[in-house]
Nanobody, 124 residues
Framework: QVQLVESGGGLVQAGGSLRLSCAAS????????MGWFRQAPGKEREFAAA????????YYANSVKGRFTISRDNAKNTVYLQMNSLKPEDTAVYYC?????????????????WGQGTQVTVSS
């Protein structure tokens, strides 16, 4: 079992930055492939970024590539999402998720564990 708690959301102006954190419980965190997803009002949840257990491989949606950076610290059981050059269309609830998988997982339905989400609002 893994419990995930996100933090770091808030209100920021367009062009600004935020860093989200996701703290995980459990001693086997480094076995998990981790992802960040987001859901805007009235829209379906969408994939944003993901990272392999070692941190050596990262994956991004085209909409955030070049602006967002996912990273992880296995010693701290934490995954991060650094978000730069934020746009109003980045406004959403951001969720981190975990799945015990050796390979890439970008579809939300394949993840086993989810956090409660943190709100990110970007004003124009």
């Amino acid at each position: 079992q893994v419990q995930l708690v996100e933090s770091g959301g808030g209100l920021v102006q367009a062009g600004g930055s935020l860093r989200l954190s996701c703290a995980a419980s459990g001693r086997t965190f480094r076995r998990y492939f981790m992802g960040w997803f987001r859901q805007a009002p009235g829209k379906e949840r969408e994939f944003a970024a993901a990272i392999s257990w070692s941190g050596g491989n990262t994956y991004y949606a085209n909409s955030v590539k070049g602006r967002f950076t996912i990273s992880r610290d296995n010693a701290k059981n934490t995954v991060y999402l650094q978000m730069n050059s934020l746009k109003p269309e980045d406004t959403a609830v951001y969720y981190c998720a975990a799945v015990e998988s050796p390979g890439v997982v970008t579809r939300g339905r394949e993840y086993d564990y989810w956090g409660q989400g943190t709100q990110v609002t970007v004003s124009s």
